[in-house]
């Protein structure tokens, strides 16, 4: 059984900041990648920003300079610290891990359930 549990998501005024957080918990061997990634009302998901657990990073364009991704690898743990937000930047974020379940010879991926970000005046 593996699990993500995101938390930090909520209402924000355009220009505010917020940090979201995603833990892997369960029976786990390895986890190798972690992300975010989001989908607005009527879009499809797209990719915000990836970790890698040996540290290299890839941004979507439109969160370049605003937003950082980063990790505990002890703790299973990506953050997501979200800058200078707009209201385009409203969407369900979702976690997901590329890891390795205990007994697993291979990788698989995991998503959260999702958490709103809401950006408003």
């Known amino acids: 059984q593996v699990q993500l549990v995101e938390s930090g998501g909520g209402l924000v005024q355009p220009g505010g900041s917020l940090r979201l957080s995603c833990v892997a918990s369960?029976?786990?061997?390895?986890?190798?990648?972690m992300g975010w990634y989001r989908r607005a009302p009527g879009q499809q998901r797209e990719l915000v920003a990836t970790?890698?657990?040996?540290?290299?990073?890839n941004y979507a364009d439109f969160v370049k300079e605003r937003f950082t991704i980063s990790r505990d690898n002890a703790k299973n743990t990506v953050y997501l610290r979200m800058n200078s937000l707009k209201p385009e930047d409203t969407a369900v974020y979702y976690c997901?891990?590329?890891?390795?379940?205990?007994?697993?010879?291979?990788?698989?991926?995991?998503w959260g359930q999702g958490t709103q970000v809401t950006v408003s005046s």
């Open positions: 369960g029976s786990i061997s390895y986890v190798n990648a």
């Open positions: 970790l890698t657990s040996g540290g290299n990073t």
């Open positions: 997901k891990a590329d890891l390795r379940r205990l007994g697993a010879l291979y990788l698989d991926d995991y």
